[in-house]
C-alpha cells in the first residue's frame, strides 16, 4: 500500500494503514526487516516459511479475539525459553499484526509500537506474541523511510513521553550494546 509524502512518522503510518485496508486483520512489516528467525532447536535458523507462519499466528490471533500479535524481538536461539513458545504480555514491533480497529497508534514517530502493546494489554488484558520466531531487523542504520526523520531530540522526546505515559509498566536502559526496552504487566 503507497502512503501519501505528506504522512510522517511512524505512527500516522500505521494508523493510515488501518483506515485504509479494508481487512479484519493487517501485518505490518516495516521496511527495515531482512529475513524471518527461528530460535527453536540448537541454533538458529533462518526461516523460508515466512508467509506461511505470518499468516497461522494472524488466524490463531482472531481465533483468540487478541487485537495486537507478533513476534519475539530477540533473534538470538540464547535468549529463547522453550518452556513458553508465547507470550500473552510484554511487546512486539518490527511486523506488528492488528485485528480490528479497536486501538489507534500515536501519532508520534518513535516507540509506537511499544505504547500500542501497552495500549492493548491495558484494555484487552492480551496479546499475543510467538517467541519461536522473529524478524531480524537493520534498527536505525537503513535509510529511507522514518530514518529520514530522525532526530536525537525527536527520539528521545518520544521515548521520554512513553516513560511517564506507562510509568513501571515499562523499563528502559541503554547499555553498551544498545537500548533495551521491555514491557512489564504481570500474567
Not at 39 to 65: K, P, S
Not at 136 to 145: A, Y
Request: charged content about 30%; hydrophobic content about 40%.
Amino acid at each position: 500500500m503507497a502512503v501519501p509524502d505528506s504522512i510522517v512518522g511512524l505512527g500516522p503510518v500505521r494508523n493510515h494503514v488501518l483506515d485504509n485496508c479494508e481487512s479484519r486483520v493487517v501485518v505490518m512489516v516495516d521496511d527495515d526487516v531482512e529475513k524471518m528467525w527461528c530460535n527453536v532447536g540448537l541454533h538458529g535458523r533462518e526461516e523460508l516459511a515466512a508467509e506461511a507462519l505470518v499468516e497461522n499466528l494472524a488466524l490463531m490471533a482472531a481465533d483468540l479475539g487478541v487485537s495486537c500479535f507478533g513476534y519475539a524481538q530477540a533473534w538470538d536461539v540464547r535468549k529463547y525459553n522453550a518452556s513458553k513458545p508465547f507470550s500473552f504480555s510484554g511487546w512486539t514491533g518490527g511486523v506488528i499484526g492488528v485485528v480490528g480497529r479497536k486501538h489507534r497508534f500515536l501519532s508520534s514517530k518513535f516507540k509506537v509500537d511499544i505504547d500500542f502493546c501497552l495500549t492493548c494489554l491495558l484494555h484487552d488484558r492480551i496479546i499475543l506474541i510467538d517467541n519461536r520466531y522473529a524478524f531480524v531487523q537493520k534498527r536505525r542504520s537503513n535509510v529511507g523511510g522514518n530514518s529520514e526523520f530522525r532526530s536525537k531530540e525527536g527520539y528521545e522526546r518520544d521515548t521520554e513521553y512513553i516513560r511517564k505515559k506507562w510509568g513501571k509498566h515499562l523499563q528502559y536502559k541503554v547499555s553498551d550494546s544498545g537500548e533495551i526496552t521491555s514491557v512489564r504487566v504481570e500474567r
